[in-house]
């Protein structure tokens, strides 16, 4: 078989997923820190090092970056190339239903063949749908802690979780579905590259996947 | 001021000396200007300003002891100085149908013009049958008294949201007078018990401008609730350098350290505890060592426990009750993700091994 190498993935795109990709790596680090911190009285007695004050700035502006990265999946959503967009992938057009179904069997060993796509799968469109929408709770729960005499974000914050406290618990909790998530994408991705014939995970550096050419 | 020994101030009456500094506390509570003050000081001291109905439901009168018991009565007694209380059952002295009477009369002779203030959450399960007064359910009482009023202060978390009574799994169905009425204006004084001065200021400001302060999305006044503990906190600095108690006794709780590890819940409550401070000394939960409980918050008593830990726990669905810590349940559904990665990968070696396929398909 002749395969050709086509483009999938905008530079945008890439940005957007390296910044998500490393700025959770910060987030979820500094956050552990700032959850469940050591305490520096055993490390050093005359502490001139403001470890919280860092592990929050860094969190912070880790913070910053995630949600640029989630404005920018959620413009390309519309606004990107055809892989990009969100009707490529969302499991409620019958291609991407059917589509939902193949990729389940085939992830489950339940046969061989996959249907060739340039963008995601639909199962793993509808994760990366759901990450968002977890991302965006991220965010306001974030900005809700962040922000904690604006009344806007107190607004969202009362309506959407609580009061500040349980605000920070959902936080928490939301945090654990990026460890799960990160975890599961690497194995799947690493899978796929293994089983399938695309490239996949050069792709998400050069934009491009191998497709069978067309004679 | 004269004091014995004891620091009691013995002079019955409250001097104009007392009054003025009573005034200038509430003031600075406030932030009001200079210029305002003169504005205060008349406002209080009016002959005409409106009466006060102080009705008690379901609480502990720990409201009304932390207003009248201070450490000296400065306060106390220029709240009952300010205020013209017609009817507040823990300190008037009628009793019985001639309490009654002061009520009905006030309703009658102050309609529209005075301030209902109310102490206790309400219960509303069974008709409300759980706190009676008089005869009269606590729901009944609220739904005569408020509608008259100018405006109503809701004191203490329990008027303003339930407080303890409505912790789960709240079997006299308490709500806070928010829930129940809200044809006049409702300010929330929350706090367990909430400070003298926060109550001083709210009702000093009604008396000066004729309206209640601006609040939070939450009822509660913003020159008291509009800033949270932890960013006002003396230990401050010990939190922004990493340095916390362990243990209550340990070192680090001796040097003074931050409480933050020991489940203090000043990061996520609302009050102005670090800076008014209770009882004309300076003492506050913790300046005196011990963790914030968060008690300014809606539904403290469910959402900031453990009270000694960072977070509250998740129950374990199915388990009837058993929880964990949300990291140690976190942690427990990363191995289960990992078990389940390992077993589908070694599924597909196996498969791969039971029909013996060569390990490269394609020709390219």
Not at chain 1, 114 to 143: C, K, P
Not at chain 2, 7 to 36: H, I, Q, V, Y
Not at chain 2, 253 to 275: A, F, V
């Amino acid at each position: 078989m002749i395969y050709e190498r086509r483009l999938a993935w905008s530079v945008l795109f890439r940005l957007f997923h390296w910044f998500f990709a490393l700025s959770i790596v910060a987030l979820v680090v500094t956050g552990f820190y700032i959850g469940d911190p050591w305490t520096n009285t055993t490390v050093i007695k005359e502490g001139k090092i403001f470890t919280m004050e860092y592990m929050r700035y860094v969190h912070f502006i880790a913070g910053f970056v995630f949600t640029g990265a989630v404005i920018v999946r959620i413009y390309l959503w519309g606004a990107g190339n055809r892989q990009e967009k969100i009707m490529d992938f969302l499991p409620v057009t019958s291609r991407n239903l059917k589509n939902l179904f193949s990729t389940v069997a085939f992830y489950l060993y339940l046969k061989d063949n996959y249907e060739d796509r340039l963008g995601h799968n639909a199962l793993a469109g509808l994760f990366y749908l759901i990450t968002i929408v977890m991302a965006v709770l991220q965010i306001i729960s974030g900005f809700y802690m962040f922000y904690p005499e604006s009344s806007f974000w107190q607004s969202c914050g009362l309506l959407l979780f609580g009061t500040q406290g349980q605000g920070r618990f959902l936080h928490h909790l939301f945090m654990w579905y990026f460890i799960l998530f990160a975890f599961v994408h690497f194995y799947i991705v690493v899978w796929n590259d293994i089983r399938c014939q695309d490239g996949l995970i050069s792709s998400i550096f050069n934009g491009r996947k191998f497709r069978p050419k067309k004679v | 001021m004269s004091r014995n020994v004891h620091g009691f101030d013995l002079e019955a009456r409250l001097n104009r000396r007392t009054f003025l500094k009573g005034c200038a506390m509430a003031a600075a509570a406030l932030g009001l200007s200079d210029d305002m003050f003169p504005k205060l000081v008349k406002a209080a001291s009016s002959p005409r300003r409106p009466p006060v109905v102080w009705l008690h439901f379901q609480e502990c009168t720990g409201c009304t002891e932390a207003l009248l018991r201070a450490s000296h009565p400065d306060i106390g007694r220029l709240i009952l100085d300010i205020i013209s209380l017609d009817y507040h059952e823990t300190v008037m002295a009628a009793a019985g149908n001639q309490a009654e009477e002061n009520l009905r009369s006030t309703l009658e002779r102050y309609n529209g013009r005075f301030l209902c203030v109310v102490e206790g959450a309400i219960p509303t399960k069974d008709g409300g049958i759980y706190c009676k007064i008089g005869g009269r359910t606590a729901m009944e009482i609220l739904e005569d008294v408020a509608p008259k009023s100018a405006a109503v202060i809701a004191i203490g978390t329990c008027a303003s949201f339930g407080g303890v009574q409505a912790a789960s799994p709240n079997p006299t169905g308490a709500v806070g007078v928010r829930d129940l009425f809200n044809a006049r204006p409702v300010i929330n004084i929350s706090g367990c018990p909430p400070n003298p001065v926060s109550f001083l200021g709210t009702v000093l400001h009604f008396l000066t401008f004729k309206r209640l302060p601006p609040t939070d999305q939450l009822g509660r006044p913003l020159f008291a609730y509009g800033r949270r503990i932890h960013d006002h906190c003396e230990r401050r600095p010990h939190f922004d350098e990493g340095r916390f108690a362990d243990q209550f006794g340990d070192s680090g709780h001796r040097e003074g350290y931050c409480l933050y590890k020991l489940g203090c819940k000043g990061p996520e409550t609302y009050s102005n505890c670090p800076t008014v401070r209770f009882n004309d000394v300076g003492a506050w939960p913790v300046g005196i060592g011990h963790g914030c409980i968060g008690c300014t918050e809606p539904r403290f008593w469910d959402t900031m426990t453990p009270f000694y830990e960072r977070l509250p726990h998740v129950s374990i669905p199915g388990t009837n009750g058993i929880s964990s810590s949300a990291d140690s349940a976190g942690s427990k559904i990363l191995g289960i993700t990992a078990a389940a990665i390992g077993i589908h990968a070694a599924a597909g070696i196996g498969k791969r091994f039971l029909k013996n396929k060569p390990a490269e398909t394609d020709n390219t």
